[in-house]
């Protein structure tokens, strides 16, 4: 059963100066997302937004907005083959729970100047 959905786009270019500002990014990101934002290079400000367009989706998804829970504590791993997949822990763990949520579907996609994700909330 589908407990929620959520779909976000977040404009590259103001997550662009987010790599800038290291405070920022400990903030928002996780110590392993930040890793792989910085690998990506030419590719970072993308990746650093598709990956904060997932976390503003999985919270649209929950129902509650970013109340509730840690940005920290969601966080986006790459596959073997380049999947993505949602990760939670801790404060967005219990969230997730709270709802009824077992699994996390994510699809991310980002093109010059935007990024969008979409997450599904299956429990």
Not at 65 to 84: I, M, Q, S, T
Request: aromatic residues 8%; glycine residues 10%; without cysteine.
């Amino acid at each position: 059963m589908i407990r929620g959905i959520g779909v976000d786009v977040v404009a590259v270019a103001r997550l662009r100066r987010w790599l800038e500002d290291e405070r920022l990014l400990k903030r928002y990101f996780a110590g392993q997302e930040r890793e792989a934002i910085y690998q990506r290079r030419d590719g970072a400000a993308l990746s650093l937004a598709a990956r904060f367009a997932a976390k503003e989706a999985f919270a649209k998804a929950l129902g509650t907005g970013f109340r509730g829970f840690n940005l920290r504590d969601v966080w986006v791993v790459n596959d073997a083959l380049g999947k993505p997949e949602l990760h939670v822990s801790g404060t967005a763990a219990r969230a997730l729970a709270r709802i009824g949520g077992k699994r996390l579907w994510l699809s991310l996609t980002h093109e010059q100047e935007n990024a969008i994700a979409m997450v599904v909330i299956e429990g």
